[in-house]
C-alpha cells in the first residue's frame, strides 16, 4: 500500500498518533459541551446518563476517520470536528446498547463501569435511544457551522442513520445475537460485521466527503474504503480479544469466547485472521488510488487500524 507521493504507507505510519490526538481533543471537547447542555435539556437521572454515555472515553478512530476522509477531498474547516462528534455519538449509543445484559453483559468500557452498572438497565437502554437524536441536534450543528445547504444535510442525515439503523448496525447486531451459540461460516460472518461494525465506519468515510461537498465519485471511493477498513478493523479486534489483556483493552478480554461467538479467529487463526486484516487495509487503499485520491492520512490510519494492540 502506498500513497500518492510513492512513499509506502507504512514508513508514515507513526502519524497516525498524531490524527488521533487531534480527532480524540477536539471531539472529546465538543461532546465534553453537548454532555452539559443535555443535561439541561433532558432533567434529572436520565440526563445526567446521557452525559456519562457521552462522555464515554475512546480512541476516536471513526472521527479521524471523519477528518481524514474531509481533508482528502480538500475540505478545510476545522467545524468538520463537529460532524465527527455526531459520528461518535452514534457510536456512543451502540455501545451503550452493546453492553447491555441481554447483550454482551459487559462492566467495563473504556476502564470505567458501563452505563447500566454506573446507573440500572432501564436508564441505558433510554439513554441508547435517546442519543441517536443527540446525534441529529450535533450533526445539524455541524452543518451550520460548516455552512452546508439543507440538501446536504439532508443527505448526511439519511447516510448517518441508514448506518446506524436496520440496514447497518442494528441488523448487524441483530445477526450477532442470532449467530451466539453456533458455528457461522466466513460470508455469514462477513455479514454480521459489514453492519454491526463497518456501516458506520463506512459512513465516517462517507460523511467525509460529503460535508465537503465532493463529487459522487470521491465519495464512493471513500465509502468503498471505509467498507474495506471497517471488515479489517473488526478483524483486528477479534484478534485483540485473544491476544491482549483487559487492561490493555479496557474492558474484559475473551468476551467472544464466553459468549460462544464465531469470529475471525474461531475460524481462521489468529495468524491468518491478521493476515487477512491486512489484505482488506491494502484493498481500502487501493480503491483510494484507484479514485486518485491522496492516501497519506487514511492511509496511516488503515495501518493503524489493523496493527494496533488496544
Known amino acids: 500500500m502506498r500513497g500518492t507521493d510513492s512513499v509506502p504507507y507504512a514508513a508514515r505510519w507513526h502519524s497516525a498518533p498524531a490524527l488521533l490526538t487531534e480527532a480524540r481533543d477536539r471531539v472529546d471537547a465538543l461532546l465534553a459541551a453537548w454532555s452539559e447542555r443535555i443535561r439541561t435539556i433532558v432533567p434529572g437521572r436520565t440526563g445526567e ?12 478512530v471513526r472521527a479521524a476517520l471523519v477528518m481524514a476522509s474531509y481533508r482528502s477531498v480538500g475540505g478545510a474547516s476545522p467545524a468538520i470536528a463537529a460532524v465527527a462528534a455526531a459520528v461518535e455519538t452514534v457510536h456512543a449509543y451502540s455501545l451503550v446498547h452493546d453492553d447491555l445484559p441481554c447483550m454482551d453483559n459487559d462492566d467495563l468500557r473504556r476502564g470505567r463501569l458501563t452505563t447500566h452498572r454506573a446507573y440500572d438497565v432501564p436508564t441505558a437502554t433510554r439513554v441508547g435511544f435517546l442519543l ?20 446536504t444535510l439532508g443527505l ?13 448496525m442494528v ?3 441483530w445477526l450477532d445475537l442470532e449467530a451466539e451459540g453456533r458455528a457461522l ?19 465516517a468515510c462517507r460523511l ?12 464512493e ?20 480479544d485473544v491476544t491482549a489483556t483487559s487492561a490493555q483493552l479496557g474492558k474484559t478480554a475473551g468476551r467472544d469466547a464466553a459468549l460462544e461467538k464465531s469470529t475471525y479467529v474461531s475460524l481462521l487463526g489468529v495468524d491468518q485472521a491478521r493476515t487477512e486484516a491486512h489484505r482488506l487495509a ?15 492520512a487514511l492511509g496511516t490510519l488503515a495501518h493503524y487500524i489493523v496493527s494496533r494492540d488496544s
Open 49 to 60: 446518563a446521557l452525559g456519562y454515555a457521552l462522555g464515554t472515553p475512546g480512541k476516536r
Open 132 to 151: 441517536v437524536p443527540v446525534a441529529g441536534l450535533v450533526l445539524s450543528q455541524a452543518a451550520r457551522d460548516l455552512v452546508l445547504p439543507p440538501a
Open 156 to 168: 448526511m442525515a439519511q447516510e448517518l442513520f441508514t448506518a446506524s439503523g436496520i440496514e447497518g
Open 171 to 173: 441488523g448487524g447486531q
Open 185 to 203: 461460516d466466513l460470508p455469514g460472518l462477513v455479514a454480521v460485521h459489514r453492519g454491526k461494525t463497518g456501516a458506520l465506519i463506512r459512513a
Open 208 to 219: 467525509g466527503g460529503m460535508a465537503a461537498e465532493a463529487d459522487g465519485g470521491a465519495v
Open 221 to 240: 471511493a471513500l465509502g468503498s474504503f471505509g467498507q474495506e477498513i471497517g471488515l479489517a478493523f473488526q478483524i483486528a479486534d477479534d484478534v485483540l
Open 282 to 296: 491494502a484493498a481500502a487503499v487501493a480503491q483510494l488510488e484507484e479514485a486518485g485520491l491522496p492516501t497519506d
